[in-house]
């Protein structure tokens, strides 16, 4: 439909325009929570670098039950499986 009423053109204008705006606060909000995310996962690295340290030299300061080896990537692993990373 070539022939649109300038009402009709309005609105359209005026949907493209909010959807734009929508768009641009999306993907702000999107950054955003990539950026929550990132620190998130930053903390979680360093718990797990402080956990592993934990592990490795818990043993030495207080007695505790000997922890579940754990893969590289941190997921439960059997101990046939430590061999890869």
Not at 9 to 36: C, H, P, S, T
């Amino acid at each position: 439909m070539t022939l649109r009423s300038t009402c009709q053109i309005k609105a359209i204008n005026g949907y493209r325009i909010f959807k734009g705006l929508a768009d641009g606060v999306a993907q702000r909000e999107i950054k955003a929570e990539m950026a929550v995310q990132a620190r998130e996962f930053e903390a979680q690295l360093d718990d797990g670098i402080k956990k592993s340290f934990a592990r490795s030299w818990g043993p030495r300061f207080q007695r505790k039950a000997t922890p579940r080896p754990t893969s590289r990537c941190g997921r439960q692993a059997s101990p046939r499986a430590m061999h890869y990373g």
